[in-house]
């Protein structure tokens, strides 16, 4: 059995101290197997927003997977933006912005979307999808996890929000190696579903949770959270619980679980981890 803790979205810049800490705490207590951060560590990709998203990664002693967001590029300086976009980055985080993690239960793979050319959106290269193919092909762990910062899917509230880029190229190139699950953020929504009721083409599920903001005040009307993944290979078995901040601690909000059967993966327990449908999709505040 593994867990893996996905956080997202964090915003050093425009954090809630009080929370970030609380979430640190928390993380502390579930020793998880592994902290995975989908993007987006800093406001403004600034060295003492820098300096305090490291601060936050070094309080949470475990493994971790953590990618870059297009908010860990800078935007105002140009020169940094195109021509060392993510030198902060590899300072105060980690030399790595495509990291991987493996163990005999599960491999997830790290990859960077962020561009300098777009400042918003997000890509994946060729390069990448097929490192990433290599990678998956290659290991004899039984699950398989993808950490990006931009969606490949959308969620019902944002039907029309920009996907990554040569996202389903990338998904065809993963679906054959057997990739279970991508963890992504961006959106400040927390959602979670299967790529192929999007994309059906595709032959094979492959599981998406998107995590909401996990501790910035930049919401879209739902609370903070984070998701708590639990893969249990045995049963070829996999649980996303949504945990949210209900302004005292983290407390679980959803939990679905999922049962691999052939190519697919079905729900089998509890409703959509869609926190979402309750608040609605509001502007970025
Ligand atoms: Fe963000
Ligand atoms: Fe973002």
């Known amino acids: 059995m593994r867990t893996i803790a996905h956080l997202s979205d964090l915003h050093f810049g425009r954090e809630d101290p009080h929370i970030a800490e609380e979430l640190a705490a928390e993380i502390r207590r579930l020793a998880p197997s592994l902290v995975a951060v989908s993007g987006d560590l800093t406001q403004r990709a600034r060295p003492d927003q820098y300096q305090s998203a490291r601060a936050f990664l070094e309080k949470i002693p475990v493994a971790r997977v953590v990618v870059p967001g297009n908010h860990d590029i800078p935007l105002y300086n140009l020169y940094a933006r195109f021509v060392r976009p993510l030198e902060r980055w590899r300072r105060y985080i980690d030399e790595e912005i495509d990291p991987v ?60 929000e920009a996907l990554l880029g040569r996202s389903l190229r990338a998904l065809r190139a993963f679906e054959e190696c057997g990739i279970d ?105």
């Open 181 to 285: 699950l991508i963890l992504t953020g961006h959106l400040h929504l927390g959602h979670a579903g299967d790529v192929r009721d999007h994309y059906h083409v595709l032959d094979n599920s492959v599981l998406t949770a998107h995590a909401s903001t996990s501790i910035s005040n930049r919401r879209r009307g739902e609370p903070n959270s984070f998701n708590l993944i639990t893969l249990w290979p045995e049963h070829a078995q996999l649980e996303i619980a949504v945990r949210e901040w209900n302004g005292k601690r983290f407390v679980e909000s959803a939990r679905t679980v999922f049962a691999r059967k052939g190519k697919l993966w079905l729900r089998t327990a509890g409703a959509p981890p869609t926190a979402h449908l309750k608040h609605g999709a509001e502007p970025l505040e």
């Open 101 to 160: 993690f493996e163990d005999e239960e599960m491999i997830v793979v790290g990859i960077s979307t962020a561009r300098s050319n777009v400042w918003k959106g997000g890509r994946i290269s060729v390069r990448q999808i097929e490192s990433v193919r290599q990678a998956i092909c290659s290991s004899r762990a039984p699950f398989a996890v993808l950490v990006a910062h931009h969606p490949f899917t959308p969620v019902p509230m944002l039907p029309r």
